[in-house]
Nanobody, 127 residues
Framework: QLELLASGGGSVQVGGSLRLSCVARGHDYRAYYLAWFREAPGKEREGVAA???????EHARSVRGRFSISRHNAEKTLYLDMDNLGPGDSAVYYCAATVNVPDWSARWAEKSLYRNWGPGTRVTVSS
């Protein structure tokens, strides 16, 4: 089990940037599949980006080219670099972890597959 804590959210203007961090406590961090999800008011929680233990990454189409997920195993930290933010990116962002995601490239965004969740960090983008 991992205990996760996300930070780095805030208020930015359209076109701005933010870096979210998710620090983990627990063992075998390197073995975990990790992901960022977000939940906007009135919408379902959706997958934003994910990474495998080996470092492969996937990003949702809506953020591809603007967001980048990365992991630093020695620091047990997951990052989400977000550039060119728009109002549609306003949401509470959550980091999640799990030990196995079958058929990962196709299923990485299925929230039901993730066992460990941290409290969210809010991102607000205004014009």
């Amino acid at each position: 089990q991992l205990e996760l804590l996300a930070s780095g959210g805030g208020s930015v203007q359209v076109g701005g940037s933010l870096r979210l961090s998710c620090v983990a406590r627990g063992h075998d961090y390197r073995a975990y599949y990790l992901a960022w999800f977000r939940e906007a008011p009135g919408k379902e929680r959706e997958g934003v980006a994910a990474t495998t233990p080996g470092g492969a990454t996937e990003h949702a189409r809506s953020v591809r080219g603007r967001f980048s997920i990365s992991r630093h195993n020695a620091e047990k930290t997951l990052y989400l670099d977000m550039d060119n933010l728009g109002p549609g990116d306003s949401a509470v962002y959550y980091c999640a972890a799990t030990v196995n995601v079958p058929d990962w490239s196709a299923r990485w965004a299925e929230k039901s597959l993730y066992r460990n969740w941290g409290p969210g960090t809010r991102v607000t983008v205004s014009s």
